[in-house]
């Protein structure tokens, strides 16, 4: 084909560049079954690591006795806190400032908690070998409900810290805190309260629940002796940070560890965790001198590896009697389970929380939050969102519902008046935080027009009368939420992990006949990334997506990276790819300039191209500037044509949407049908609409069954009662509503492309959104704030509790 | 523990295993064949990532003996396209349509798809909704599942395809 003969809009397409709905290069394996997962990987004389895990919720560890497991046939090793104690591994620190037990020490803190960790050379001979493994336990008190945990009736969960006065994160005021952390102005908060025309106040929790990636965890970790180097596989949302964080901990230095991440089965969260899983499997393996791969089955993955929520939050709003909001206070007891191993940031102890004044202009806000612990799974994460933003959105939405109801305004029309205006960007919450950009009130209205809103509440009230009149048992519901998130941790001024940065970066290599590849410390788990930064940096370099590999998961190829989590993939991983391209086209202008004969300044960038400017006709492809950076450079540059960039973003970016739903409730069964669901996200910069459209439907979906089904649950004992998928909802395509997905385009005015990640999004809006529709539905009966989830019994519940049985 | 000899059609091709009684048909396909295809999700028969085609129906290989595959013809999505290579609809129609994100329960999707089209070849969206209700997808929502197969649907009848997805 000859180039010339092409329009520029068809040189454009050919890129398959930003705006793009290019299929996935990663399907072309995956609907083939070639995909390579951790379980998928298979070395020679391979040995499995199973755990033996703990019945009780809270008791003493009297005895073990592994001899009857280590004369089974076939059983390698069994490793207990004894053994661990030999390589000082028997607690390790965590990524929230404590330390968490590898192996039960002296008791056990939790249900299911793990005790010993059995080596076997068959997965069937280590379960066998589990059985075999004969524990004394002395059962103690037990607590779970975080409400209790600071009183002098509950039980000390963590002895080993009970007279530190200290934490990571300051003074502790009982033995089962953990920290307060606070933000905002008090004094100005409560002055607004003392002031108010109207206030609300509402006990809002937010039950604990898990990402459940249909993938659980699992590594394959392989320790060459002679070299002295550890190779290991594993599921790993930031596979740095475990290389890090496996080196401070072992002796083994750093460059001695390789940690490879293939391709993983989803993650939401969930795989942002070192697990005691890893570390067990990582001792058998110098143990043993042979590879050992660990696979959670479902229940361990339900119970033990991570979590989210588990908040309570005493929300308040004040207004004025016109419905202008003036003040915000909320005081949160937060459940962090037996050890403080949340995954964030560690200088936010409760994430990004402070987020909870959304997207509305509120003067004077306020919150505090108290960690608390309980004998539940630790290890705390944010599930499809950044850490504690879709506790805040929670919070923030359903607040706003109840205090529209108490000023007698329509839930839309409330939050009209209260969005922050689109003049008012860049916009400094009272929480300090600085909105990148928005223009929130053309979003809601668009949402509105297109749902067709106000015959929505006519057809609302025409049903409601009809249900006082007795002609229907049927109740109508409408969810309003609008959102903002708080996403790409972040700028290194405010975030780190352990001390590192969150920073991230791209490397990339330009071959000499034009194709490449980009080299990531992110980790897709299923969002496309193999397809999207090579949108970004066809576009930015004008050569095709196609000729683009992108290259993630491989610590010893990628240079540092701080891992997919929090939305950050594209605000900070694709600043950075768009940034080294920059690097690479400053290179690449220099070079066609040489071969054109003309001062760097008289060529311009023209999509796939350096031309002379006024003279369109004289032009280098960018594929005949590649192949020249290999063979004619400048004289005294030097060759090749590659870059790599660490980009520390200025600031966050600041997703938002509008949602609208609409449910049917039966109110003598409780079942509730999502008759519509609209979602209209803005999220700058639209790489690809395609996959982007899928993460909203993937979200949506997650949204759906936290609000209306999903909850681990644990009874007074502490056993955990919600640890299968017969007990913990998973929709399937029968329930699953049907999706209308739309988007506003307002880009990040900080980031290289204006885009500010999406993924997150749906949960973060959709929680709230089907929480208000059936709040929504009882609200005009009088009904107090109803809580998640949203299943047919609790549904039934509160009909029940109305008199609407009777 | 003493082994059985099996003997079995896996994507039409002969093969006879010893096994352990105890031991799973998902392990054995995927450890004793080598075909990772198949992914093991819940051990439960939940999630339906592990399903292959036994003898023309749909199973869920977690929770069946290989033993009890004595003797029967089994597809699992390593033998759904053409030998030739060339993908089969269902395989077309998840890319086309966005049918996936992280691929884990794609190959058990696909291979219940498989089947469902045999049983139905031209399923309404609540047949197809209702006949992938044993396979739970994390990722997608479904929508664009049931678009992709739709789309197969529409084009082993021989008919235009529809518009790709969003």
């Known amino acids: 084909m ?116 059995v080596v076997a050379n068959d997965r069937y001979v280590a379960a066998d070998a589990v059985e075999l493994v004969e524990v004394e336990y002395e059962a103690l008190p037990v607590n779970v409900d975080p409400l209790k945990a600071m009183t002098d009736a509950a039980p000390v969960i963590r002895e080993d810290i009970k007279d530190k006065k200290e934490g990571a994160h300051g003074p502790r005021k009982h033995p089962n805190h953990i920290f307060s952390w606070q933000a905002g102005d008090k004094a100005a908060a409560d002055a607004a309260f003392d002031n108010a025309e109207v206030t609300i106040k509402e006990f809002i929790p937010y039950p604990r629940v898990h990402p459940c990636p249909l993938e659980t965890c699992q590594c394959v970790a392989s320790f060459d002796k002679i070299k002295g180097e550890l190779t290991l596989w594993g599921t790993f949302q930031a596979p740095h940070v475990i290389r890090t964080v496996a080196s401070l901990i072992s002796p083994l230095p750093e460059h001695k560890i390789h940690v490879i991440a293939p391709d993983i ?52 709003l004040a207004a004025t009697k016109d419905g202008r909001l003036t003040g915000l206070r909320c005081y949160t007891i937060a459940d962090h389970g037996a050890f403080d191993a949340c995954a964030n940031a560690t200088k936010w102890p409760a994430g990004l929380f402070s987020i909870i004044s959304g997207s509305y202009d509120i003067p004077a806000a306020y919150c505090l939050v108290d960690g608390v612990y309980t004998n539940k799974a630790p290890g705390g994460v944010a599930y499809r969102c950044s850490f504690r933003v879709t506790e805040a959105a929670y919070a923030i939405e359903r607040a706003m519902d109840i205090m529209a109801h108490k000023l007698g305004m329509d839930p839309a029309e409330f939050r009209m008046k209260n969005l922050i205006k689109a003049e008012q960007f860049p916009y400094t919450s009272a929480f300090g935080w600085q909105y990148d950009s928005g223009d929130y009130q053309t979003a809601l209205k668009k949402a509105m027009e297109t749902v067709g809103y106000t015959g929505l509440r006519a057809e609302q009230k025409a049903k409601q009368e009809a249900f006082k009149r007795g002609e229907t048992r049927e109740l109508m519901g409408i969810g309003v939420a609008f959102f903002t998130e708080i996403v790409g941790a972040g700028p290194s001024r405010a975030c780190d992990i352990l001390g590192i940065a969150m920073f991230d970066s791209a490397e990339i290599r330009i071959h000499p006949t034009g194709t490449g590849i980009c080299r990531l410390g992110t980790k897709s788990q299923g969002q496309g990334h193999e397809t999207t930064y090579a949108q970004i940096i066809a576009t930015e ?6 000729g683009i590999t992108v290259e993630e998961g491989n610590t010893d190829t990628a240079p540092y990276g ?19 391209c920059r690097k690479i086209k400053a290179k690449a202008q220099m070079i066609a300039a040489y071969m054109l004969e003309v001062h760097d300044d008289d060529v311009e960038f023209d999509i796939d191209r350096f031309r002379v400017k006024g003279n369109p006709e004289r032009f280098k492809t960018m594929k005949e500037i590649a192949w020249a950076a290999y063979h004619e450079v400048p004289p005294g540059m030097e060759p090749g044509l ?60 997650e949204a759906f069954a936290i609000a209306m089904g999903q909850e681990i649950h644990y009874d007074d004992d502490g056993n955990v009662t919600s640890a299968s998928f017969l007990d913990y909802f998973l929709p399937t395509a029968v329930e699953t509503p049907k999706w209308e997905t739309d988007w506003t385009t307002t880009p990040s005015p900080h980031h290289p492309i204006g885009a500010k990640g999406v993924g997150e999004s749906p949960n973060v809006g959709g929680v709230p959104c089907f929480s208000n529709a059936v709040n929504d539905a009882f609200a005009f009966l009088g009904a107090s704030h109803i809580s998640m989830p949203h299943d047919h019994w609790r549904t039934w519940e509160a009909a029940e509790k109305l008199g609407l049985h009777a | ?155 082993l009848a021989g008919a235009t395809v529809q518009e790709a997805a969003e």
Not at chain 1, 541 to 546: E, N, V, Y
Not at chain 1, 570 to 577: F, I, K, M, Q
Not at chain 2, 42 to 53: K, L
Request: glycine content about 10%; proline content about 4%; charged content about 20%.
């Open chain 1, 2 to 117: 000859n180039d010339t003969v092409l329009t520029p809009q068809q040189r454009t397409d050919q890129l398959e560049g930003i705006g793009c709905k290019r299929k996935r290069v990663e399907d072309v394996r995956f609907v083939q079954g070639k995909g390579n997962y951790v379980d998928d990987v298979k070395l020679p004389g391979m040995l499995y690591g199973d755990f033996v895990r703990s019945p009780y919720a809270h008791a003493r560890v009297a005895r073990i006795d592994t001899s009857k497991a280590e004369a089974l046939p076939g059983v390698v090793a069994v490793l207990t806190a004894e053994t661990l104690k030999t390589v000082n591994l028997a607690w390790m620190p965590t990524l929230a400032g404590d330390v968490q037990m590898v192996l039960a020490d002296g008791k056990v803190l939790f249900q299911n908690q793990e005790v010993a960790f």
């Open chain 1, 265 to 316: 089965g989803g993650g939401f969260g969930n795989k942002v965790g070192a697990y005691p899983g890893y570390i067990c499997a990582i001792v058998a393996s110098i143990v043993t001198g042979l590879p050992v791969k660990w696979v959670e089955d479902r229940i361990e993955n339900l119970s033990t590896t991570a979590f989210a929520r588990d908040f309570f939050m005493t929300t308040e």
């Open chain 1, 541 to 546: 370099l004008g050569l095709a997506a196609d």
């Open chain 1, 562 to 580: 701080l891992g997919t989590y929090g939305s950050r993939s594209t605000p900070v991983s694709g600043a950075a790819t768009a940034m080294a």
């Open chain 1, 642 to 701: 590659e870059a790599v960039n660490y980009y520390d973003p200025p600031n966050m970016t600041y997703p938002f949407g509008a949602y609208i739903s609409v449910v049917d409730i039966d109110v003598d069964t409780g079942e509730t049908k999502v008759r519509r669901f609209y979602a209209l996200d803005d999220c700058g910069t639209r790489i690809n609409p395609m996959i982007i459209e899928g993460q909203i439907h993937g979200g949506l979906t």
């Open chain 2, 1 to 155: 523990m003493a082994k059985t000899r099996i003997s079995l059609t896996v994507n039409g091709r002969e093969v006879e295993e010893l096994v352990e009684p105890r031991m799973l048909l998902i392990h054995f396909l995927r450890e004793q064949l080598n075909l990772t295809g198949p992914h093991i999700g819940c051990e439960t028969s939940h999630c339906g990532a592990c399903t292959v085609d036994l003898d023309g129906k749909s199973v869920k290989s977690c929770t069946v003996f290989a033993v009890q595959a004595n003797g029967a013809d089994i597809v699992t999505i390593e033998g759904i396209a053409a030998a030739d290579g060339t993908l089969h609809a269902l395989q077309e129609g998840f890319r086309e349509m966005h049918g996936l994100q992280c691929g884990f329960c794609t190959p058990g999707m696909i291979t219940r798809g498989y089947r469902l089209l045999q049983e139905n070849p031209n399923p309404s969206e609540e047949e197809i909704r209702v006949g992938i209700s044993g396979n739970l997808c994390r990722c997608t929502g479904y929508q664009n599942i049931v678009k992709a197969i739709q789309y197969a649907a529409a084009k």
